[in-house]
């Protein structure tokens, strides 16, 4: 019988309150394996046992599902078997022939949690280690034992109730379980720092909503056909998404006919952070989001930070704030984002992008030249708003 162990990550050390962080994750995971069959679920020692009824399941896909769910810190798929050293060789030996069909190299990892089995851990490293060997000798390609760099590592843990063999350990996802810490508005672009933003709140345990501002004619459908592929793919690590669009055409000509050129891009950013601070009181999020990295653009330098800040009540979480893009593309790249992000189709912070942007606004300028400025476009914004469910 084989079964997946998924391995508490850091929710294994939150005390009184790990409990509520299980069930949370528990939740989690049914939602992300709805459709691949049924399951049983049992837990014990800081880990969540899943168990599929049906032996035609998709193993392949529910171990893919899993590692996406945050709150898991690895994910085992193990065959369980009785806690007898005969039966976990007579039925171990030959289960692990496909992990160890092109290795030259392995190593065997026993942990003994129930402490009334007869071998101990360095025992059964040695001896089911012997046990692999010999029986490949008598194979084309005889496997080689390495300690340090095997191209294969076994895993056999004497649990409460069974042994479990698993040649495969994979790293899980990590953090906490999404719900975890309450919800938040990300700024979605389409560009490739707000999705990275949007994974790595998420795994502080952020159930999230998208608001992305469009510019039609400006921007074409395809930008936003963009933006929802991404919310498809983020939806595999951060749960049901609703995507708010935001038709902002108006506001950026208001801008434009009425504000000096160099202030464009900062009295944008202050527009879209007003209009998300209302949607998120709407919708009880507590933060807003943004894909935000120090000096990354004209926005983005530390006089401008702090004059897109004061147009909301609510903190301005920036995850990416501290990282070069180097960093931030390889996160996108693990995600499956970046070769969506990389699609050749505007957004609406394109639209309009003065010649030589104010890299060091004044916070009162600002405010004086947002006088002239038509704030009903704020007010109504949901009169011209799109909202979709992934």
Known sequence: ???????????????????????????????????????????????????????????????????????????????????????????????????????????????????TFPMNSMELMREFGGEIWEAYQK?????????????VVVYLEIRDTHAYLCPNKLQGAGGIPVGASGRAL???????????????????GMTLDMLHFQSPPYTSERALMKVESLCEKLAEYCGEINLYCVNLTEAQEDIRDNAPEEYMTVLLRRVMMKIAAKLSAKNYCSAIITGESVGQVA?????????????????VYRPVIGMDKIEITAIARKIGTFDISTLPYEDCCTVFTPRRPKLKPFLSDIKKLEERLNADLIENFMEKTTIKAF
């Open 299 to 315: 926005s983005q330098t530390p006089a401008a930070i702090i004059c897109t800040d004061d147009a909301s009540p609510l903190p």
């Open 186 to 204: 990300v700024l979605l672009s389409g560009g490739i720092d707000s999705p990275v933003a949007a994974y790595m709140m998420a795994k502080r």
């Open 1 to 115: 019988m084989e079964v997946f162990m998924a391995k508490y990550g850091e929710i294994a050390l939150k005390g009184n309150n790990k409990r509520l962080f299980e069930e949370r994750m528990v939740r989690n995971i049914k939602h992300r394996l709805s459709g691949l069959g049924d399951f049983k679920y049992s837990r014990a020692q800081s880990t969540l046992y899943i168990t599929p009824k049906s032996e035609t399941a998709d193993f392949n896909e529910i171990e893919r599902r899993l590692l996406t769910v945050f709150g898991i810190g690895a994910v085992q798929r193990s065959l369980a078997l009785p806690k007898n050293y005969e039966e976990i060789v007579r039925l171990g030996v030959p289960y692990l022939e496909k992990a160890l069909a092109n290795a030259k190299t392995f190593k065997v990892e026993a942990k003994r949690a129930d402490k």
């Open 139 to 151: 194979k084309q390609k005889p496997l080689e034992v390495d300690l340090h760099n095997p191209d």
